[in-house]
């Protein structure tokens, strides 16, 4: 890294899971592969009466727990002599004097610091605000970033405060917001595909691409979250997020450069061309037992899946629906992408009807197959017939040496470069809940629209959603390979 001053990553909400599952073993990746600043510290912040021995010991067993293969207790020992704890309360201003002192006296000089919100977002603002009144804000002796977490808002008029509260201290860009599906190298890989490539991209637009599809399925149950997941459902926990910033990168037009705004414009100007989304073009589902699942509202009528399609309004696009889906509780995980080709305009072919012949179909494996497929039709040998055949790209076989990092660990090397392309801007975010916003204040207010379907676990969903598609005569694709498939 060339800039050589020490950089100190403060985390508050250092005793919690994300920083446990997530950012610990994200910085010591980053440290083990020697890409973090030579001089750095971790300095956790959290209310627990705990010291810096106790704080070394829970993350150690979290890494030997949850990423064993990436432990090696040598490289752990040198590494934990760098985190050390502050015990304060978020709420309470003399803790983040408390703070700064110790972090004067670790730096020994002038330094940089990251900021990471680790916490409930209850306390997103009051960390801030407490940040700016210590003077722990102002960059002249390095620089001073935030990295908040999701969930940012619970609705625009929520995020749009929130953005100005942390805009009232932080200028834009110190502050970066995580969406960590930016940070999966399939995800970055989507501008690549399009714009390092010449042959896709003549035919991404209305006149040969029929419609796209976008899904993101999970197997798992909402587990122990129902306390924050009851209050968000999936819209504000997959689509307003994960999945508008995937429809970002499949849809929005090539930036000249890869500078932050530049990406982050052309996806602005994406998002303000989506038609408000059509309600009657939504389902919704809950699968069953989630009003069993500890933590749940008695009758709760939150989504824990949702299917709806939008249009977008631009020259490109114009015509052309996207379909996104994602839920829990479902038949497998599966994040995956799909463009669906045009029929080709007149079939010659003696003995072939428009009904035998398959559309070409690109599948971008977002996970957990990594990789991309390339459906078309070939001739049957020894026969006039045609099948579909794939072509495949899998990152397991084409880049055996290199593993796929952690979304984490791609994100917070890119915070300590300066480099805000794959962070939200405040923006967009808005933009996204503008468009998710109706749909929700719909499905909340008026429980009759549309009805909330219940669905089997370990299903593909309600089978409402395979009708939104039905009523063009479209079906859901799914064509990336899965290990659970065989
Ligand atoms: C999080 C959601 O942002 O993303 C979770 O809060 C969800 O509910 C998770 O399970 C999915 O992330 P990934 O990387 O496992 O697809």
Same mark, same amino acid.
């Given at each position: 890294?060339?800039?050589?001053?020490?950089?100190t990553?403060i985390?508050?909400?250092?005793?919690?899971?994300?920083? #446990?599952?997530?950012?610990?073993?994200?910085?010591?990746?980053?440290?083990?592969?020697?890409?973090?600043?030579?001089?750095?510290? %971790?300095?956790?912040?959290?209310?627990?009466?705990?010291?810096?021995?106790?704080?070394?010991?829970?993350?150690?067993?979290?890494?030997?727990?949850?990423?064993?293969?990436?432990?090696?207790?040598?490289?752990?020992?040198?590494?934990?002599?760098? /985190?050390?704890?502050?015990?304060?309360?978020?709420?309470?201003?003399?803790?983040y004097e408390?703070l700064r002192q110790?972090l004067l006296?670790?730096?020994?000089?002038?330094?940089?610091r &990251?900021y990471?919100?680790?916490?409930?977002?209850?306390?997103?603002?009051?960390i801030v605000?407490s940040l700016g009144k210590a003077n722990m804000v102002a960059e002249?002796d390095?620089?001073r970033?935030v990295?908040?977490?999701?969930?940012?808002?619970?609705?625009?008029?929520?995020?749009?405060?929130?953005?100005?509260? /942390?805009?009232?201290v932080f200028?834009?860009?110190? /502050?970066?917001?995580?969406?960590?599906?930016?940070?999966?190298?399939?995800?970055?890989?989507?501008?690549?595909?399009?714009?390092?490539?010449?042959?896709?991209?003549?035919?991404?637009? #209305?006149?040969?691409?029929?419609?796209?599809?976008?899904?993101?399925?999970?197997?798992?149950?909402?587990?122990?979250?129902?306390?924050?997941?009851?209050?968000?459902?999936?819209?504000?926990?997959?689509?307003?997020?994960? &999945?508008?910033?995937?429809?970002?990168?499949?849809?929005?037009?090539?930036?000249?450069?890869?500078?932050?705004?530049?990406?982050?414009?052309?996806?602005?100007? *994406?998002?303000?061309?989506? #038609?408000?989304?059509?309600?009657?073009?939504?389902?919704?589902?809950?699968?069953?037992?989630? &009003?069993?699942?500890?933590?749940?509202?008695?009758?709760?009528?939150?989504?824990?899946?949702?299917?709806?399609?939008?249009?977008?309004?631009?020259?490109?696009?114009?015509?052309?629906?996207?379909?996104?889906?994602?839920?829990?509780?479902?038949?497998?995980?599966?994040?995956? %992408?799909?463009?669906?080709?045009?029929?080709?305009?007149? *079939?010659?072919?003696?003995?072939?009807?428009?009904?035998?012949?398959?559309?070409?179909?690109?599948?971008?494996?977002?996970?957990?197959?990594?990789? /991309?497929?390339?459906?078309?039709?070939?001739?049957?040998?020894?026969?006039?017939?045609?099948?579909?055949?794939?072509?495949?790209?899998?990152? #397991?076989?084409?880049?055996?040496?290199?593993?796929?990092?952690?979304?984490?660990?791609?994100?917070?090397?890119?915070?300590?470069?300066?480099?805000?392309?794959?962070?939200?801007?405040?923006?967009? %975010?808005?933009?996204?809940?503008?468009?998710?916003?109706?749909?929700?204040?719909?499905?909340?207010?008026?429980?009759?629209?549309?009805?909330? %379907?219940?669905?089997?676990?370990?299903?593909?969903?309600?089978?409402?959603?395979?009708?939104?598609?039905?009523?063009?005569?479209?079906?859901?694709?799914?064509?990336?390979?899965?290990?659970?498939?065989?």
């Amino acid at each position: 890294m060339s800039d050589t001053k020490p950089t100190t990553f403060i985390i508050f909400g250092a005793s919690g899971d994300l920083t #446990r599952r997530k950012l610990i073993p994200a910085l010591f990746n980053s440290y083990r592969k020697d890409r973090l600043p030579e001089q750095f510290n %971790i300095v956790g912040f959290a209310r627990r009466p705990w010291d810096d021995e106790k704080l070394r010991q829970v993350l150690q067993e979290g890494m030997q727990e949850l990423a064993p293969e990436e432990y090696v207790a040598d490289q752990w020992d040198s590494f934990a002599q760098k /985190i050390s704890y502050v015990k304060g309360d978020l709420t309470t201003q003399e803790d983040y004097e408390s703070l700064r002192q110790h972090l004067l006296k670790i730096e020994a000089g002038p330094g940089n610091r &990251l900021y990471y919100l680790a916490t409930s977002p209850s306390f997103f603002v009051t960390i801030v605000e407490s940040l700016g009144k210590a003077n722990m804000v102002a960059e002249k002796d390095g620089w001073r970033r935030v990295v908040v977490e999701k969930p940012f808002g619970h609705d625009l008029a929520s995020a749009k405060s929130l953005n100005n509260a /942390i805009q009232a201290v932080f200028a834009e860009e110190q /502050i970066y917001r995580i969406d960590h599906y930016l940070g999966k190298e399939t995800a970055q890989n989507i501008l690549y595909f399009r714009f390092a490539n010449t042959i896709f991209e003549p035919v991404w637009n #209305r006149n040969y691409v029929d419609n796209v599809q976008i899904t993101v399925t999970e197997s798992v149950d909402v587990g122990h979250r129902a306390g924050y997941y009851d209050d968000a459902g999936v819209v504000r926990d997959m689509f307003q997020n994960h &999945l508008m910033q995937l429809l970002s990168l499949v849809a929005m037009e090539p930036p000249a450069s890869f500078e932050a705004d530049a990406v982050r414009n052309e996806k602005a100007k *994406l998002f303000h061309a989506i #038609r408000p989304l059509d309600l009657d073009q939504t389902v919704r589902g809950q699968y069953k037992g989630y &009003l069993q699942a500890e933590g749940v509202a008695e009758g709760s009528q939150t989504p824990t899946y949702a299917a709806m399609s939008l249009f977008i309004d631009n020259w490109r696009w114009q015509g052309v629906p996207f379909y996104m889906r994602s839920g829990k509780a479902l038949a497998i995980k599966n994040t995956e %992408i799909i463009v669906e080709f045009k029929q080709p305009p007149h *079939l010659m072919f003696e003995g072939i009807q428009d009904e035998d012949f398959s559309s070409n179909i690109l599948s971008m494996c977002i996970q957990p197959d990594e990789g /991309i497929h390339l459906k078309f039709e070939a001739k049957t040998p020894d026969s006039h017939k045609t099948q579909p055949v794939d072509m495949e790209f899998h990152y #397991r076989s084409s880049f055996k040496g290199n593993s796929l990092p952690d979304a984490y660990e791609r994100l917070l090397l890119d915070a300590v470069k300066g480099d805000a392309s794959l962070f939200t801007r405040a923006d967009s %975010i808005e933009a996204a809940w503008a468009l998710m916003d109706p749909v929700i204040n719909c499905w909340e207010e008026d429980k009759t629209a549309p009805p909330m %379907i219940t669905y089997p676990r370990g299903s593909w969903g309600p089978t409402e959603a395979d009708e939104l598609l039905a009523r063009t005569g479209r079906v859901w694709r799914h064509a990336c390979s899965h290990p659970e498939e065989g």
